[in-house]
C-alpha cells in the first residue's frame, strides 16, 4: 500500500455528470464517516462572471460539502497549467489537513497532468517571442495560428480549440523559443508523484452525449446564461480577455454584439460543445489509469473507491 497522501480523480468530457458523481460520492463516503471537499480542475470554471455557462456547482450543490477552486478568477486574468498546479496543490494540502478526502473534479487534461504527473520542465522563452505572436493574433485571429500550430504539433493542436488564442500562442511560442513542440516537452520524464491518485471517469462516446450536451445548453438559456453574459460584458467589455474564450462565453457575446442571432449563436455554441467534448473523449480514453463508468451508473464508482480508501461494503 503506498505510504502517499490520497485523493480521488473524477474527468471525463463536458456534460457527462462528474458533478452529480462527485456529489454521489460525497454522500457515500459522508456516511462512512469519510468526510469529503471537491476541488475544481476546470480551466473555465475559475472565472467569477461565468456560473451558469461554465456549469459550476449551483449553491445547493455546494452546501453538500465543500467546493473549492470555482469562480474565483476575473474575467481579465489568465491562468497558466502551471497556476492552477499550484493552486490546487495548496487546495489539496489544506483538505487533507481538514481530515477530509480530496476530489478533484474536472475535464481540463492538460491541468490534471500538470498536478498529477508534473508540469513539462520548459524553460523560459524571450517575451519578445510571444508578444509578435500575440499582435498576430490579434490580426490574423486565433485559428491562423492554429494552422501553424497544426503543421509542426498536430497531437497538441488536436487538443485545444481553433479559437483558444492563448493556448495557440504558447505553444507557438514554446516551438519557436526552443525548437521543441509542446508534445515533446510533455512526454519528458515526470518527477515524482506527490500523492496516490484513484483516476475514474465518467463519460460516454459522443454520439450518445450529443443529445444531453444541445439538453444542458437549453437549460443554461433557461436559467439566465444570456443576462450573465450580458453583466460579464458590462465589467468586461474586451471580449478578447481571457475568461470570455471559453465555450458558450464567446458565442453568446457574438449574439449580444449583434455578431450573431440567437439561433447561430445556440448553433455554434452546440457545435463547439461537441468538438470539445470529441477532443476530451481522445485524450482522457488514451489514459490507461483511468476506470469508467457511466453516468448514473454508480455501482462500479463506489466499488473502485471503496477498495481504493479501504473502507467496508
Same mark, same amino acid.
Given at each position: 500500500?503506498?505510504?502517499?497522501?490520497?485523493?480521488?480523480?473524477?474527468?471525463?468530457?463536458?456534460?457527462?455528470?462528474?458533478?452529480?458523481?462527485?456529489?454521489?460520492?460525497?454522500?457515500?463516503?459522508?456516511?462512512?464517516?469519510?468526510?469529503?471537499?471537491?476541488?475544481?480542475?476546470?480551466?473555465?470554471?475559475? &472565472?467569477?462572471?461565468?456560473?451558469?455557462?461554465?456549469?459550476?456547482?449551483?449553491?445547493?450543490?455546494?452546501?453538500?460539502?465543500?467546493?473549492?477552486?470555482?469562480?474565483?478568477?476575473?474575467? !481579465?486574468?489568465?491562468?497558466?497549467?502551471?497556476?492552477? @498546479?499550484? @493552486?490546487?496543490? =495548496?487546495? *489539496?494540502?489544506?483538505?487533507?489537513?481538514?481530515?477530509? #478526502?480530496?476530489? $478533484?473534479? /474536472?475535464?481540463?487534461?492538460?491541468? *490534471?497532468?500538470?498536478?498529477?504527473? /508534473?508540469?513539462?520542465?520548459?524553460?523560459?522563452?524571450?517575451?519578445?517571442?510571444?508578444?509578435? *505572436?500575440?499582435?498576430?493574433?490579434?490580426?490574423?485571429?486565433?485559428?491562423?495560428?492554429?494552422?501553424?500550430?497544426?503543421?509542426?504539433?498536430?497531437?497538441? =493542436?488536436?487538443?485545444?480549440?481553433?479559437?483558444?488564442?492563448?493556448?495557440?500562442?504558447?505553444? $507557438?511560442?514554446?516551438?519557436?523559443?526552443? /525548437?521543441?513542440?509542446?508534445?515533446?516537452?510533455?512526454?519528458?520524464?515526470?518527477?515524482?508523484? @506527490?500523492?496516490?491518485?484513484? +483516476?475514474?471517469?465518467?463519460?460516454?462516446?459522443?454520439?450518445?452525449?450529443?443529445?444531453?450536451?444541445?439538453?444542458?445548453?437549453?437549460?443554461? *438559456?433557461?436559467?439566465? =446564461?444570456?443576462?450573465?453574459?450580458? %453583466?460579464?460584458?458590462?465589467?468586461?467589455?474586451?471580449?478578447?480577455?481571457?475568461?470570455?474564450? /471559453?465555450?458558450?462565453?464567446?458565442? !453568446?457575446?457574438?449574439?449580444?454584439?449583434? +455578431?450573431?442571432?440567437?439561433?447561430?449563436?445556440?448553433?455554434?455554441?452546440? %457545435?463547439?460543445?461537441?468538438? &470539445?467534448?470529441?477532443?476530451?473523449?481522445?485524450?482522457?480514453?488514451?489514459?490507461?489509469?483511468?476506470?469508467?463508468?457511466?453516468?448514473?451508473?454508480?455501482?462500479?464508482?463506489?466499488?473502485? #473507491? +471503496?477498495?481504493?480508501?479501504?473502507?467496508?461494503?
Amino acid at each position: 500500500m503506498s505510504a502517499l497522501p490520497r485523493a480521488l480523480c473524477l474527468m471525463g468530457p463536458t456534460g457527462s455528470g462528474k458533478t452529480a458523481a462527485a456529489l454521489h460520492l460525497a454522500s457515500m463516503l459522508e456516511k462512512a464517516g469519510r468526510p469529503v471537499a471537491v476541488i475544481n480542475a476546470d480551466s473555465r470554471q475559475v &472565472y467569477r462572471d461565468f456560473p451558469i455557462i461554465t456549469a459550476q456547482p449551483s449553491k445547493e450543490e455546494r452546501d453538500v460539502c465543500p467546493h473549492k477552486l470555482y469562480g474565483w478568477l476575473e474575467t !481579465t486574468k489568465k491562468i497558466s497549467a502551471g497556476q492552477w @498546479a499550484d @493552486a490546487a496543490e =495548496a487546495a *489539496l494540502r489544506e483538505t487533507l489537513t481538514e481530515g477530509r #478526502v480530496p476530489i $478533484l473534479v /474536472g475535464g481540463t487534461g492538460f491541468y *490534471l497532468r500538470a498536478l498529477l504527473d /508534473g508540469i513539462a520542465p520548459i524553460p523560459a522563452v524571450d517575451p519578445a517571442i510571444g508578444e509578435r *505572436l500575440t499582435r498576430e493574433c490579434e490580426e490574423r485571429g486565433a485559428p491562423a495560428l492554429h494552422a501553424r500550430l497544426a503543421a509542426v504539433d498536430p497531437e497538441y =493542436a488536436a487538443r485545444i480549440h481553433p479559437n483558444d488564442s492563448q493556448r495557440n500562442v504558447r505553444a $507557438l511560442e514554446v516551438w519557436e523559443g526552443t /525548437g521543441k513542440t509542446f508534445t515533446w516537452w510533455h512526454n519528458q520524464t515526470p518527477p515524482p508523484a @506527490a500523492y496516490d491518485v484513484l +483516476r475514474l471517469g465518467i463519460g460516454l462516446p459522443l454520439a450518445e452525449l450529443a443529445p444531453f450536451l444541445e439538453r444542458r445548453i437549453e437549460l443554461m *438559456l433557461q436559467a439566465g =446564461a444570456l443576462d450573465e453574459a450580458r %453583466r460579464a460584458l458590462e465589467r468586461c467589455p474586451d471580449t478578447d480577455a481571457p475568461g470570455w474564450t /471559453g465555450i458558450g462565453c464567446a458565442e !453568446t457575446a457574438a449574439f449580444l454584439q449583434g +455578431r450573431l442571432t440567437l439561433p447561430e449563436c445556440v448553433e455554434l455554441w452546440a %457545435r463547439n460543445t461537441r468538438a &470539445y467534448a470529441k477532443r476530451q473523449w481522445t485524450w482522457f480514453r488514451a489514459d490507461k489509469r483511468i476506470r469508467w463508468s457511466r453516468p448514473g451508473e454508480y455501482r462500479e464508482l463506489e466499488a473502485d #473507491v +471503496r477498495e481504493f480508501l479501504s473502507l467496508r461494503p
